[in-house]
């Protein structure tokens, strides 16, 4: 068959577009290994990893006009992680996933996933952390 003479074959439909190549076995085996992590990437469920939005933070932080200095602590009520400075953890101990000029800037835990807010006021910073979302329904 088509085999002895070229290993694979190019499939196409009516239109003369290319759907779909065939393999033989011999040079799938050999294909296999090395297409193995781009099959698996492909066939996974598209992640998609949520950015931080870091240029925000930079902002923040040049436009400081609170009555202390940049504060970098970021502590999870809930599971007990904590970090004196997030910005440096490297994985980081934290996600940031709001920040606005005004001082608002939320965070996820990445040990627990819970949401750490804090609110920068002018003299006093408010923190709040909450669970997971998913965690505390599946405690109900
Ligand atoms: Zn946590």
Redesign the pocket.
């Known amino acids: 068959m088509f085999v002895e003479k070229s290993p694979f074959l190019p499939l196409f439909n009516e239109q003369g577009e290319l759907y779909g190549v065939f393999l033989s076995a011999d040079l799938w085996q050999e294909l296999l290994p090395k297409v193995r992590p781009v099959l698996e990437q492909y066939l996974a469920p598209k992640k998609r990893v949520h950015e931080e939005p870091m240029l925000d933070w930079e902002q923040l932080k040049q436009y400081w006009d609170f009555h202390y200095p940049v504060n970098y602590e970021v502590a999870?009520?809930?599971?007990?992680?904590g970090t004196e400075d997030w910005e440096k953890d490297t994985p980081r101990l934290f996600r940031l996933l709001v920040c606005n000029l005004g001082g608002y800037v939320r965070f996820e835990?990445?040990?627990?996933?819970?949401v750490?807010t804090k609110r920068h006021f002018k003299k006093h910073i408010e923190t709040t952390?909450k669970?997971?979302p998913e965690e505390s329904d599946s405690k109900k």
């Not at 999870?76 to 992680?81: A, T, V």
């Not at 835990?109 to 819970?114: A, Y």
Request: charge should be neutral.
């Open positions: 999870c009520e809930h599971c007990g992680s835990c990445q040990h627990c996933k819970s750490i952390c669970p997971c």
